[in-house]
């Protein structure tokens, strides 16, 4: 099925994008990590989100979803690796998934955590973001993981339970792959292992890398005013377009991201008749 607006993020830019968008007639998937990954959950109190002081992160997200389910969106939990538009469709993977959307909603916060030495050099030969796409490929031999997320101890689990030979590195601070051809070993925090892949798990991937060709401006998405990017089609709102990084900005820009999303997709109908 092909939704209307696919938005990735199920923080309050992604909620707000998503009641926004359906509250104008179109179906709406939010795809995003497990809600008690998002970094907000652990908040103690949020005190300065109007009319509702002294919440806990963990209760306003949860409160957050809760309204956007009811409202009528669908949900997938998963971490999107990447997207591209053909013909006039956005093709979104999502582990070894793909989900199909006229518009797109990026509200994945802020990707926190420079690139480690050798994880460019060796994308593709050894160096993967996505455990169930490519771990099949390293059956019986040995791979690394390095994890951020609490899912990525289950992605390392199901790469043993496939017979790889697996080495954990929990929140490693300085990681440092290498090799020749394709990868060989990884250091991390001192430690070297042997490995033939090194699946890298962070919670969120800087936006070039979802979107290459996404304009940024000072390490944030470029956005006019109706949050739109330079790319057809998608729409960016909340930390990832830049400060403040609050929630109330965030649920703002998620409106108008929404809302913009609807009103294209609207245009593209007229023009197409
Ligand atoms: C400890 C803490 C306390 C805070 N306290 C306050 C406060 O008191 N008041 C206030 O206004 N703000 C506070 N903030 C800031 C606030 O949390 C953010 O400004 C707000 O959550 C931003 O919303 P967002 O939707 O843009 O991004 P986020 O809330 O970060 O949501 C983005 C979501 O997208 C997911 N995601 C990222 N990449 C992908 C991907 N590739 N695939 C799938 N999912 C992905 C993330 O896991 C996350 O769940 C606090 C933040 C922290 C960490």
Known sequence: MSYDVLVIGGGPAGLSAAINAHARGKSVLVVSNPLEENPLWRSEKVDNYLGLPAMTGAELLTAFQKHAESAGATFKVGRVLNAAMMGNEWYVSIGSDVEEARTVVLAAGVARGNKFPGEEEFLGRGVSYCATCDGMLYRERPVAVLGWADSARQEADFL???????????????????????????????????ADCVFILRPAMPPTDLFPGL????????VNRQMATNLPGLFAAGDCTGGPLQVSKAAGEGLIAGQSAARWIDKKQRENQ
């Open 160 to 194: 043993t339970s496939i017979g790889c030979q697996v080495s954990f590195f929990e929140k490693p601070k300085t990681c440092e792959i290498k090799g020749d051809k394709t990868v060989e070993s990884v250091t991390c925090d001192g430690k070297t292992v042997q």
């Open 215 to 222: 304009s940024m401006d000072g390490g944030f998405v470029a």
